[in-house]
């Protein structure tokens, strides 16, 4: 549209914002991004990358005890937080440069700037002080942690954000919830060193996961020495003379701890965006509502990734970054799917999982097979660590299909991104069966359970 200053403008530049400006410029549309903070959002600067950086860091210590098994020695190992944080920065410091390079070399203008609306087609940006017109605009804003100001001491807590750039590593810390972001950083604190205490209030951990991952992994988290507080909320958080904290959870035990991080959800960034002005609708979690396409309720305006909490992944943004660009400018409306998306929790052991639950298997199937394995990885028998791999199929018993596929246990993040492939194309157990096994390998447990642990018929378990 000649008559605005850009084709599209972007409002966010993490995992999605970065994704649509990329390509609509490469398609030759007149693009203009705006972020508020660092380039490559979320997921480069405070989520998935510098996370699984600190998983790795905190990987080390069992390494150096399970080579003993396989004849080395390793002399006592010494670990050095600042380093950590340092080279983690060094290296999303590099990422950022190239998320923004990527949309300027595709033809984007990148603005460092918050970014409002102020009409259907007009942006503020604030540090620039001057509007610029759009003829579609996105918003891709994210998410930020869900703050708790009923909790007396909240002040006193830290967020995943912080936890990253703790100027020392903390000797105790409380992580208060359940969901994948907490457990993470209990396993790096833990592994690092840091006596840890998770306190969640539900009946166990990763709530909406198989539980039977949920409670092997709490099992082995336990063993580990983290320890695990379910059915168990903090009630106040006091800072001692000292300078640590003390926090009262429920039953009336009180944790001193250096550190009390909170991890109770995380909600969409649409406040003082000129959001409510234009008239945009939301949903009763404070969510920008869009319709199957990402459209919200204003003709021109879409919204993509963690700001419309559809599935808060990395992927998923990026896959509705896509789909927005094939409706918007390529005439060939796509509506982003949402089934069967694969994921894992790094977690230590790590989760990978993909598909339906058991639980939720059996609430929509009338006849549900189980394959079930326990086993202790081979690379644990010479170390001789005591830790199960737990491999689970759930299977329609009329067709046959492999409705979920759950995994515990070493490299299952990267099991569950190739079971994502047979299961999103519908394949059945007896695919499964005639595919030949990789010798040795854990893997190979998923093609070679031939027979069902056990059936869940009409509700009640069976053989
Ligand atoms: C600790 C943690 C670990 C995670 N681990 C994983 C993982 O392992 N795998 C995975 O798939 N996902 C993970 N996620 C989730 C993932 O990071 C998000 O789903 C993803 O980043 C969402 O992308 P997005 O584009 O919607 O938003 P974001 O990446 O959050 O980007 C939004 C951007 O918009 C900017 N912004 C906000 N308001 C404005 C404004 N008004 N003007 C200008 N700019 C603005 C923000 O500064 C931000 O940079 C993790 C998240 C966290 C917090």
Not at 17 to 40: D, F, P, S, T
Not at 162 to 167: G, S, Y
Not at 196 to 214: C, H, N, P, Q, W
Not at 266 to 273: F, L, S, V
Request: charged share 25%.
């Amino acid at each position: 549209m000649a008559g605005y200053d850009y084709d599209l403008f972007v409002i966010g530049g993490g995992s999605g914002g970065v994704r649509a400006a990329r390509v609509a410029a490469a398609l030759g549309k007149r693009v203009g991004i705006a972020e508020e903070y660092r380039y490559g959002g979320t997921c480069v600067i405070r989520g998935c990358v510098p996370k699984k950086l600190y998983v790795y860091a905190s990987q080390f210590p069992e390494h150096f005890a399970d080579a003993a098994g396989y004849g080395w020695t390793v002399p006592e190992a010494s670990f050095d937080w600042q380093t950590l944080v340092a080279n983690k920065d060094r290296e999303i410091s590099r990422l950022e440069a190239i998320y923004k390079r990527n949309v300027e070399g595709a033809g984007g203008e990148a603005f460092h700037s918050r970014a409002m609306i102020v009409d259907p087609h007009v942006v503020h940006l604030l540090s620039e002080d001057r509007t610029v017109t759009s003829d579609q605009i996105l918003i891709a804003t994210g998410g930020r942690p869900a703050a708790h100001p009923a909790l007396p001491g909240h002040e006193h807590c830290i967020f995943s954000n912080e936890a990253f750039d703790l100027k020392e590593l903390p000797k105790a810390i409380m992580i208060e919830g359940g969901g994948y972001i907490a457990v993470e950083f209990a396993n790096i604190f833990h592994g690092l060193g840091v006596d840890t205490t998770l306190v969640y209030r539900g009946k166990e951990i990763l709530s909406r996961f198989d539980m039977d991952l949920r409670r092997m992994l709490h099992e082995t988290m336990e063993k580990k020495g983290i320890k695990i507080l379910c059915h168990s909320v903090s009630e106040w958080v006091r800072k001692r003379p000292d300078g640590r904290l003390d926090a009262l959870v429920s039953g009336g035990k009180v944790l001193t701890v250096d550190q009390v991080m909170l991890a109770i959800g995380r909600i969409p960034n649409t406040e003082n965006m000129g959001l409510e002005g234009i008239g945009l609708e939301m949903t009763k979690t404070g969510a920008i509502a869009v319709d199957e396409y990402s459209r919200t309720n204003v003709d021109n305006i879409w919204a993509i990734g963690d700001v419309t909490n559809r599935v808060q992944l990395t992927p998923v943004a990026i896959h509705e970054a896509m789909c927005f660009i094939e409706t918007a400018f390529k005439g060939n409306p796509t509506a982003p799917d949402h089934e069967t998306i694969a994921t894992a929790v790094f977690s230590q052991p790590e989760i990978g999982t993909v598909g339906l639950s058991e639980d939720d298997a059996v609430k929509r199937f009338p006849d549900i097979e189980i394959y079930r394995a326990t086993f202790r990885p081979m690379r644990h028998t010479l170390s001789g660590r005591d830790e199960k791999m737990l491999m689970k199929l759930v299977v329609d018993g009329a067709s046959k299909k492999v409705l979920g596929a759950h995994i515990l246990g070493p490299d299952a993040g990267e099991m569950a991104q190739l079971l994502a492939i047979p299961l999103k194309a519908g394949l059945t157990k007896d695919d499964f069966d005639r595919t030949m096994a990789v010798h040795p390998t854990a893997a190979e447990e998923l093609v070679t359970m031939y027979k069902p642990t056990y059936r869940v018929k009409d509700g009640e378990r069976v053989g």
